[in-house]
């Protein structure tokens, strides 16, 4: 069972193979193909550090139990109509993220993400809304 956090969420949606660190990355990939390649993939929705921030590194600040990122979380989960400890399939969040997000929303729920301009995460609700999944780690 994969254990994610609210906002990673829409991070995996706009994942496009760049992160903190090596092992960051390796990671986030991993688990972004695994969930791409099985959508069936059982999620568990956890409060604070999730199975991606386990390999943020040590280097950086970590900004994993900031009371920003905790509300970012409550946001997403709201939007989605999940809550914390609930049990979901990969498929499951899909279907949520077409019935209740669009893509300007990661303008406004993720407008401290230092990650937002690159804009993939837009890219990747439109994606999801579109029906084509989570987008092929190069």
Request: hydrophobic residues 35%.
């Amino acid at each position: 069972m994969v254990k994610l956090r609210g906002h990673h969420i829409f991070c995996l949606l706009g994942y496009r193979g760049m992160g903190y660190s090596v092992e960051y990355v390796e990671n986030m990939t991993r688990l972004h193909q695994s969930l791409r390649n099985n959508p069936k993939s059982v999620i568990q929705i956890v409060e604070g550090p999730d199975q991606l921030c386990e390999k943020f590194p040590g280097s950086g600040v970590y900004h994993c139990q900031d009371d920003d990122i905790y509300e970012r979380d409550s946001v997403f989960l709201e939007k989605l109509g999940l809550h914390i400890d609930q049990i979901a399939t990969w498929e499951e969040i899909e279907s949520l993220i077409r019935k209740h997000v669009v893509p300007s929303d990661v303008q406004i729920v993720c407008k401290t993400c230092s990650w937002r301009r690159y804009g993939v995460c837009e890219k990747g609700v439109q994606e999801i809304l579109d029906g084509k999944g989570l987008r092929e780690v190069q």
